[in-house]
Structure formats: structure tokens, C-alpha cells
């Protein structure tokens, strides 16, 4: 017969990895276990609350997934039982898989931030999921003010995308400056250190002084506790009351990934650097925001890259060959206003087990370019969020 794979999550990893393991070899039986009808993305989701874009243009279908062969179950995954290699869905029905590929992207951890649960997040919005949440975040800002004030916080490492708070204190920065130019932007964050943070802060003085104030952990940026009652931010310095308030918060693997048992104590999953096959779970690989990937960032990009190395094992494996020893890249755009992009790209190898950067490969943008190089860049961002949908979706 046929060997069969399913993929749980049809998100960048897994839409990804569905379609690559159809081209690898077509004679495996491919079931990728989406519950959502329609995904949406995060990447660009920072531009829609920021009033430039529309939610639609991050939405996408499994018509064209479908039509490439693979079998798309619009159901949860509720429980997978490694020992008997099958995985239970929602409605009660069951799958039998010869080899599975877990890409359930993140979940916040609800434990993680004293104060902040399901309901504190519909007064202070994450958006760290594109959807509702997002829409949700631009709407309070809508509402908000001129002269308000928009507090965010950022969590500690490991978490999805991490330039991703910096673009987003950006683009509301932007929001404010030419909508609402007496409000000000407080970002409250866990760490001192952070991704691009030479080029964000360059553009910050240029673009958004005075209005947009960035708190390191050492100058009391790291939130203890928020009330959403009072739309408050408490740190060891004292606290912050929003008007609007965004709270990235701290995240964990996909809940499915812990049901799994692919999750360890950390809450992420550990995988071998050269099949993602989990090192906690035989005949099951792990990809996306939900592994650790060593030196590999949780982005839509890396989750697409490791997708396609994934697949060719997978397919190595159910022919019984060795698979080969993988390079990865990964880039990521963070636009710090329209016309405004920046970069920093890496490329991987395993290394003693761990995926590795390579010395002299990759790096970001330069420090001091001219406003002609950061449009190419914006141009750049934007070209790459529509290869990466339509070569998945499209
Ligand atoms: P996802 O894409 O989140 O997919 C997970 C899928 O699994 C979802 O569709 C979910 O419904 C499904 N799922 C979960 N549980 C189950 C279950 N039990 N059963 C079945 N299905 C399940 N990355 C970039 O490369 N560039 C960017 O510019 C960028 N910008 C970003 C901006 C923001 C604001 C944010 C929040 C993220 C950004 N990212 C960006 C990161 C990117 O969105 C993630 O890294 C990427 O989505 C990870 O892919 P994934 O497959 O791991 O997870």
C-alpha cells in the first residue's frame, strides 16, 4: 500500500511541507488536519493594524492544496498516539499514519503572565495570532484618542518572529505620527537585546522621537503582572496605565505538540537538525514555530524552509535511504514604516546535533543606507510575502 503521511496544521510548516512531500514523491498519501476553512497570516498582519492593508490580503484558501493531491480534513487533531501511530480528530475519527509531521505553530502560554488569561486578552490584545485578534488591536487604536497612550510588552526569548514586536511598535508609531500625533507609544520589554535592534533604534530617532520610548529589562521593561480591569502594565520600576494595550506574551508550543508528548519542559519541541523528527518521539517530525531549531528564528520563512528539508527526509525515510545533511536559510523583513524595510538573513547547517549559523553567511541590512536601498527593501518584503503565499496557497 501506499505510505501514508499526515500533517497536523496547515499553517507556512504544514501547507508547506503537504505540497513538498507531494512533489518528492507522489505515490505517498498525503492528509494534512486544518480546522480553520481559511488560514490567515501573520506576516504583514502588523501592517493592517497599522490601518495600510486590508485583513482579506492575508487570507488564504486549500483549494490549490487540494488540487496538488493532498487530502485536506477540515478538522482538529485532538489526540496522537505515537505508540500506535495514529492520530484522533475532533469529530471522533481516526488516522493511521505510517509517518507525521507536526507544524501546529505556537499557543500563548496562559501561565505565563500573572493576570493575563482568554478574557483579559479581549481588553489587551495580543494579535499575536493573525484573525479576530488583530482586527481587535486596530479597531482600539481607531477609537483611541489623539493624545493617548498605547502600551505594549514584549516577552522573553524564545517566541514567534522576533523582530515582530519591533515592526509592530513601528507601523502604531507611524499610525500615531499621521493620524494622532500627540498620542505617545511606551514598548515595555523582558530583554536588553533584541533582533535588528541597531537598525530599529537608528529609525526610531529618525522617524518617531519623542513618540515612541522603548523600556530594556535593565530600565524596568520586563512586566510582572497586567490588570486588564485598569488596562494596567506593572514592573519592579512602578507601573504603566494604557489607553490601548498590546501584550505580546510568553508562548509555548502548539497544545497539540504537548498532547503529542513532542513537547519537553520548555514547552517547545526538541528535533534531530537533520529529519526534524522529533528526539522525543519516534515516526513523528516537528517543524515551524513549535521546534527549537537551534539557531533558526520562529519565522514564516525558516517554518517553509525547514517544510521542504522535512518532506525530502520524510520521503528518504519511507523509501528506506538516509537522508542528506541539510542547508537552511532564513530571512526576515521588518518594515519600520511604508516604503521603510529592513533585513537580517542566516543560513544553517548542522552542527554536533544543533542547527547552526555559518560563519559569514547571512547578516542585516546596513546601518547606513541610503532611503532608496530601505524602499528596495520594503519592495523587497513585499515581493517575498507573495512568493512564499502563492508558492503555498496559491
Ligand atoms: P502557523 O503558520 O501558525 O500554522 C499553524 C497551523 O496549525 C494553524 O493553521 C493552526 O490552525 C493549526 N493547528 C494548530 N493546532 C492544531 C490542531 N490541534 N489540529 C490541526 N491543526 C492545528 N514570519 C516571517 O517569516 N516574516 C514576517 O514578516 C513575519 N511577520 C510576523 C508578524 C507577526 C505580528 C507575527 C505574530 C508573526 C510573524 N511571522 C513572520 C512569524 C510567522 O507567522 C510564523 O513563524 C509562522 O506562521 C510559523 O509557521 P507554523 O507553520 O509553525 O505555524
Partial sequence: AAAQVVV???GFGGASV??????????IAVTLVEPNPVFTACPFSNVVIAGLRDIGAQRFGYQAVAATGVEVV????????????????????TLSYDRLVMSPGIDINWNGLPGYGEQAAERMPHAWKAGAQTLLLRRQLEAMPDGGVVVMSAPENPFRCPPG?????????WYLKT???????????????FSKQKLFMAAWAELYPGMLEWVSLSDGGKVNRVDPETNTFETDFGSHKADVANVIPPQQA????????????????????????SRLQPG?????????????????????????????????????GVPSEPRLINTCYSLVAPGYGISIAGVYRPVNGQLTDIDGAGGTSPLNAPAHERALEAEYADAWFKTITTEIFG
Avoid at 514586536?165 to 508609531?173: C, K, N, Q, T
Avoid at 493620524?179 to 537585546?193: F, G
Fill in 8 to 10: 497536523i496544521g496547515g
Fill in 284 to 320: 513523528i517530525h516537528v517543524i515551524g514555530d513549535a521546534a527549537i531549531a537551534g539557531a533558526m528564528p520562529k519565522s514564516a520563512f525558516a517554518a517553509d524552509a525547514q517544510a521542504k528539508i522535512c518532506a525530502l527526509a520524510v520521503a528518504r525515510l519511507l523509501g528506506g
Fill in 18 to 27: 503537504a505540497r513538498a512531500l507531494r512533489r518528492a514523491d507522489p505515490r
Fill in 165 to 173: 514586536p519591533y515592526e509592530r511598535a513601528s507601523l502604531i508609531a
Fill in 179 to 193: 493620524q494622532k500625533p500627540r498620542s505617545k507609544l511606551i514598548l515595555l520589554d523582558a530583554k536588553d537585546v
Fill in 254 to 277: 502548539g497544545r497539540i505538540a504537548m498532547l503529542a508528548g513532542v513537547a519537553d519542559r520548555t514547552g517547545w519541541c526538541p528535533v534531530d537538525a537533520v529529519t526534524f523528527e
Fill in 74 to 93: 477540515q478538522q482538529a487533531a485532538t489526540a496522537v498516539d505515537p505508540a500506535a501511530r495514529r492520530v484522533t480528530l475532533g469529530n471522533g475519527t
